[in-house]
């Protein structure tokens, strides 16, 4: 065996350890001192002049195999005992450190039935803290409107980021789904020979639902998470208290300014969508129906109502302000380390546009009701 | 005399941010089994030196050789080997717990069975004085000298031939810092360590140092605690004598 020579006399076991006995070693030396067979002898002499390197790792193990000896009452013997094997042995905790068991395994056998109760009320909770959160910010808002002391200047940087830098993405995709709209549109009705039609059904569908919910949901994975992250990294950075600790309320520096600036970008992000969604449309039925843009803006002109434009438009600025509630909302939930701020982000993505379908849903039926 | 053996050999190292020159021709040796403290004010370039020689930070010129290898082949082959860093802020992993932070070079280099590890990693913990029940804790819920502590066993899992401490007092009580101190002075007794420490703590120079550095001017000056308290240069005299002069 390699670093261990093994010599019996008797009733005596001569180790000899030699060479290396450092960490990357070890493994089998280990296995081999564990499962040494100590029935047959009554003493033990471990012999380590010979070691040529040794570390806390290899000390261990003799340490480990010698204690192991005493317990069962046989009598050991170290000869010239090598110089640091010596003050590590005394470093050594006398007793055998039993590892504790982890508490949070040892729960498992109700852990199912724990975690489907305790993520229930966990889920009651968020709804409840998100609408005291919804009361804290709409007062907030009043109050610092009141007291004249508005950010004004965070608010036109994040109308930039939120509003003017979203611009690209927003408009390509926005024309993209035009174009596939008109596409699809035109290959069913022409089978009724009423592909003309395909104009109205984007107009109508583009400004009543498509144009708005692209927006939103592009601006929640956009400007959502980047509110979550940020934020709830300013409170691993105790930004947060430190804020709170010159006297500021953090919801009045941080989260009104994100909330009003995407209340102000997101309709005209929406607008703007809108009438790229129409140009993308007017593209594809340049060359799939051969139809001229005078044409299309004139079947534009009776498809598309003020109604239908309205209908679409009044739902941004809710939509708006309930992804940068979300988004401000998880970012302040933060607490513990990095993990937290990626989870949380995710749940602010996820939440934001769950509630904006939910509530573009509520919309829905109340226009209905309302008969436009 | 024979000539101690050179573990970190840094020769005319310049480092700079943009045309912000942090260190100028520097040259500086750190000899087997010494402790070596590195002191300078703040932004005299002390962390950014320790990354130019663990390779985090790519200096505009020079030639660091490190145990006689170049930097480029010791990066590759021996860093995990032969070097324990603690970082200023610890640095743990955030996402595991305590003792698999301590576990996770043992396992993923050393390729420990866990048995061993199991035995191993309380055994860690006990060195660096903190108790076994710390095992199963979030680094989120340590305080900051237990993070120094769990991150000090870290470094020490493979026991490494040389320790990089940053500021590894720092933030400690006095009595917390002397242990800590006493702990460095044990481990490198014992282990066979040669270990580089910033610190701003004098009482950890004079009492574990066998040779400080300074970092003055962009350049650095190296000497035992004597020397160096008896240079001429007029931040050293200051840092050295206003401090005494402060504690009486």
Known sequence: MKNISIQEKDHTLILCASGQWTIFSLNHLDHFLRHLSLKAYTTVVFETEHLEDIDTAGAWIIYHFLQRCKDKGISISTPNLHKVLGELFEKFPQEMIQLPKDEQKAKRLLYLLEIFGYRTSLGLRRALELLSFLGEVIIRFFVSSFKGSFPLKPLFVYMEYTGLRALPIVGIMSFLIGIVLIYQAVFQLRRFGAEIFAVDMLAISMSREIAILITAIIVAGRSGSAFTAQIGTMKLNQEIDALRVLGMNPVEILVIPRVVALILTLPLLAFYALVMGLLGGALMCYFSLEMSIEQYMHQLSQALTLSSFMVGMVKAPFFAFIIALVGCFEGLKVSGGAASVGQRTTRSVVESIFLVIIFNAIFSVIFTYMGV | ?248
């Open chain 2, 1 to 248: 005399m024979m000539a101690a053996q050179e573990i970190i050999h840094v020769r005319n190292l310049v480092t700079a941010f943009g045309s912000y020159i942090v260190h100028n021709h520097l040259n500086f040796f750190v000899y087997a089994g010494e402790i070596l403290g590195i002191v300078g004010g703040s932004g005299s370039g002390k962390t950014v030196l320790l990354d130019s020689i663990l390779g985090l930070h790519k200096p505009y010129q020079g030639d660091i050789k490190l145990f006689g290898y170049p930097q480029e082949f010791f990066i590759q082959k021996l860093m995990a080997i032969k070097l324990g860093v603690l970082f200023q802020h610890g640095a743990l992993f955030s996402s595991l717990n305590v003792f698999d932070n301590i576990a996770f070079p043992m396992r993923e280099i050393a390729h420990l069975k866990e048995e061993l590890i199991a035995e191993l990693v309380p055994l860690k913990l006990a060195l660096v004085g903190l108790p076994v029940e710390t095992c199963w804790k979030k680094p989120e819920e340590l305080s900051g000298g237990m993070v120094k502590r769990v991150a000090l066993a870290r470094a020490l899992a493979l026991d490494p031939k040389l320790l990089f401490l940053d500021e590894p007092t720092a933030g400690l009580d006095p009595i917390a810092a002397g242990a800590f101190d006493e702990l460095i002075l044990t481990l490198k007794r014992n282990l066979n360590l040669t270990v580089v420490m910033i610190t701003h703590d004098l009482e950890s120079l004079r009492a574990i140092c066998t040779r400080v550095a300074v970092l003055v001017d962009k350049n650095i000056i190296t000497g035992t605690l004597k020397e160096i308290e008896a240079h001429p240069h007029p931040w050293i005299q200051h840092y050295f004598k206003g401090r005494q002069a402060a504690m009486r």
